[in-house]
């Protein structure tokens, strides 16, 4: 059954459409707030997943020290937005990222992280033709095994190479723990600030990062603040992670049932571009929150195919449905705008201003 709001959605924006609730919003980042300023930590949000400036005021206006970028193209968005303190959670490498990065040095007061001397070596470029002092933390792999110097003693090797670089300035350690490798996680901290106060060092930033870690937000004994992204929207995967509820989650897209061929199953007008085939470990792409049992099984392009045999209600050609993502931050991206709603009210629209900044 279409809701008068969905109705109202498909007839001024079409579907699929995004949707994101704004007082969900709020809540959100009073709640992130809250949670940060009881751990004794500050809260410097990743703006991966809404890529919008009027979110990132809003963050920093809660309370935020200032806000995580992972690509140059997002931060250049921000940083022209007004926002003037930026991590960038990346390696940066080349002679075009270094005349970007100096330009945003011009505008904001840049940190940005490396794990390697390669690294390390272009970083003076930007600070030399920026006239200021870059800070640098080094990105430490605590478990996760993507990006970071895999032991203490590189961490500290690291870090003394960056202070000894002109126009750099050693800043600390960023991490990401995973969420049950915080034990590791405060070893290999403890050991690298040794180590760097040893020789004359210290770590004033010591970011740690997840919405799925909210559990575990003020358990590193030393970290500064932490980096929180998904938990703006929420999802699928967050709700499994026991970091939200599905009140929580701010953003729905919602869905057309355009085919029901037969009687267990049925197509969505919503496909892998718009829902994304990242299933984040999950079952089915997706939660229908008026058909829970229903499963998005699959996808073409346009094409979401819905399993029904499970579901106790089954929709109707032209029933619009509402899906919670299993990964919102990939289907954001893939937006040009979103449409805010408070209540049963649409408000307007906000655009995806970073939606594509991959460089």
């Not at 210290?202 to 559990?215: C, E, F, M, R």
């Not at 355009?258 to 267990?264: F, I, K, M, Y």
């Not at 195919?305 to 509402?322: E, M």
């Not at 655009?351 to 991959?358: E, I, N, Q």
């Amino acid at each position: 059954m279409t809701t008068p709001l969905a109705a109202k959605i498909a007839r001024e924006y079409g579907t699929p459409c995004a949707v994101i609730d704004m007082d969900r919003v709020e809540r959100n980042i009073a709640r992130i707030q809250k949670a940060c300023d009881d751990a004794g930590v500050a809260s410097r949000p990743h703006i991966k997943t809404h890529k919008n400036p009027t979110i990132a005021r809003m963050q920093v206006a809660a309370g935020a020290k200032g806000i995580t970028c992972q690509k140059l193209g997002e931060a250049e968005i921000m940083a022209n937005a007004g926002i003037d303190d930026i991590l960038i959670s990346y390696n940066l490498l080349g002679e075009e990222k270094m005349a970007r990065l100096a330009a945003l040095q011009a505008k904001a007061n840049m940190t940005v992280a490396a794990d390697n001397s390669t690294v390390v070596a272009g970083l003076p470029k930007a600070a030399a033709v920026s006239g200021r002092t870059l800070s640098v933390v080094v990105e430490c792999d605590t478990g996760r095994k993507r990006a970071g110097v895999e032991t203490p003693a590189e961490a500290i090797a690291l870090a003394r190479e960056i202070a000894g670089s002109k126009g750099l300035a050693f800043a600390g350690f960023m991490m990401y723990p995973t969420e049950t490798g915080w034990a590791d996680a405060q070893k290999f901290y403890d050991e690298a600030l040794a180590g760097v106060r040893a020789h004359g060092l210290d770590a004033k930033i010591v970011s740690t990062g997840g919405t799925p870690n909210l559990k575990n937000l003020g358990k590193l004994k030393g970290g500064t603040e932490h980096r929180f992204g998904t938990y703006i929207y929420n999802d699928r995967m967050q709700v499994a992670a026991g970091s939200a509820t599905w009140d929580d989650c701010a953003l729905h897209i919602y869905s057309t049932v355009v085919s029901r061929a037969a009687p267990e199953r049925g197509i969505l007008d919503a496909g892998s571009k718009t829902l994304t085939t990242d299933t984040g470990g999950l079952d089915g792409h997706g939660l229908i929150l008026e058909h829970p049992e229903a499963r998005i099984a699959k996808f073409a392009e346009e094409h979401g195919f819905l399993d029904l045999s499970r579901s106790n209600t089954r929709p109707n050609v032209g029933d619009i449905v509402r899906i919670v993502p299993n990964h919102v931050c990939v289907v954001v991206n893939m937006m040009d705008e979103v449409v805010m709603v408070r209540g049963e009210e649409i408000i307007g629209t906000l655009p995806v201003a970073a939606r594509g900044k991959l460089r």
